[in-house]
């Protein structure tokens, strides 16, 4: 059943960009699905001429994604998942044990702002053939980092089931972009991070957004590391 606040529910809209590339943008939208939180969303392709004159009347920034909740305006994903934690507690964003509840929000920040060797060289690509890439030097450290921390996150603290942290929450909404990533470009990590892998892959929310993402005719060539190619899976 859909979470609901105890006032008069008021229209809620998440502006994303393309599903098939958009990897800020999918972090929002599939906390929200996979916590049962009613929305509406407008996709805007990250190309589109008036783009910016869109998405600036509800962010800040001009970019995506945004919430609109009933007139309160939140950009950035971090910000949007805690303020969706504040006003859904029962969603569980970030787990109840302070230790946990402390790791879970610091990995949560080192994935917003890090990792941007990875995020060159393997853009989210929801519909490309799944194949390796070569990585460089910087790139394959970020690996080994994110495979150190989604490692470290469920021997410590995964007991309660099968994400991070036990359920599925916004640590893990900021690492389900780096889901897909490893997984389009055929990344090579440990054990426990693969089954964390074919966790968040098997979630219906997962299946929902790869489904529109395939369905959608906008190609980037700046995100199709096979340019002029565009291989789909």
């Known amino acids: 059943m859909a979470l609901r606040e105890q006032e008069v529910e008021l229209a809620r809209t998440l502006y994303i960009g393309n599903k098939n590339y958009s990897s800020w943008s999918f972090r929002p939208w599939i906390a929200m699905k996979a916590a049962g939180i009613p929305f509406d969303e407008v996709v805007i392709s990250l190309d589109a001429p008036d783009f910016k004159s869109r998405v600036s009347a509800v962010s800040g920034t001009g970019k995506v994604p945004a919430l609109d909740d009933g007139g309160v305006h939140v950009w950035e994903s971090l910000a949007i998942l805690e303020y969706l934690a504040e006003k859904f507690p029962a969603a569980g964003f970030w787990p109840d044990d302070p230790a946990a509840r402390a790791h879970a929000r610091t990995v949560a920040s080192e994935m917003h702002a890090g990792f941007l060797p990875l995020r060159r060289a393997c853009p989210m690509n929801m519909w490309r053939t799944v194949k390796p890439r070569d990585l460089d030097r910087d790139a394959r450290d970020n690996v080994r980092r994110i495979d150190a921390i989604w490692t470290e996150c469920r ?79």
């Open 155 to 233: 021997t410590r603290f995964g007991a309660g089931g099968p994400f991070l942290f036990g359920r599925f929450g916004a640590a893990d909404a900021m690492y389900a972009p780096v889901v897909s990533r490893f997984h389009t470009y055929a990344v090579d990590v440990g054990a426990e991070s693969r089954a964390y892998m074919a966790s968040v892959m098997g979630l219906p929310a997962w299946a929902e957004w790869r489904a529109a993402a395939l369905r959608e005719p906008w190609v980037l060539p700046h995100d199709e590391v096979d340019w002029p190619e565009v291989p789909r899976g």
